[in-house]
Nanobody, 123 residues
C-alpha cells in the first residue's frame, strides 16, 4: 500500500486546513486509518484514528477541533483541522493498518506510512 499526503502549508492561528491522503495498491487490505504528527524535538504522536470498528478517536489536544474521515470510493482519508494554533505546527503523517490474507487461515498484519506534509501555524 502506498500513501500520498497533501494539503499542508502555512496558516494563521485560528485558521483551518484540510489534509488529504490517497491510498493506492492493495487498498482492500486497509482496516484502520490514522493521522500522526511530529513537532520539532518531539516524538511522533497519534492524533486521530478510525479503527477497524469505524470508531473515530482523537488525542485530547485536538479533540473538538480536528475531524478524521475517509472516502472509500476515492481511497482517500482526510483530516479537517480547525482553530489551529502554534502547538499544531508539525509534520503530519497518514498511516494505515492492513491485513493480508495468506494461504489457508493465515493472515499477515502490516502498517504503512505516508511521507508527511508540513503544517506551520503562525501566531
Amino acid at each position: 500500500v502506498q500513501l500520498q499526503a497533501s494539503g499542508g502549508g502555512l496558516v494563521q492561528a485560528g485558521g483551518s486546513l484540510r489534509l488529504s491522503c490517497v491510498a493506492s495498491g492493495s487498498t482492500s487490505s486497509i482496516t484502520g486509518i490514522g493521522w500522526y504528527r511530529q513537532a520539532p524535538g518531539k516524538q511522533r504522536e497519534l492524533i486521530a484514528e478510525i479503527n477497524a470498528n469505524s470508531m473515530p478517536r482523537y488525542a485530547a489536544s485536538v479533540k473538538g477541533r480536528f475531524t478524521i474521515s475517509r472516502d472509500n470510493d476515492k481511497n482517500t482519508m482526510y483530516l479537517q483541522m480547525n482553530s489551529l494554533n502554534s502547538d499544531d505546527t508539525a509534520v503530519y503523517y497518514c498511516h494505515v493498518d492492513c491485513v493480508f490474507k495468506l494461504k489457508g487461515w493465515d493472515i499477515e498484519r502490516r502498517d504503512f506510512w505516508g511521507m508527511g506534509t508540513q503544517v506551520t501555524v503562525s501566531s
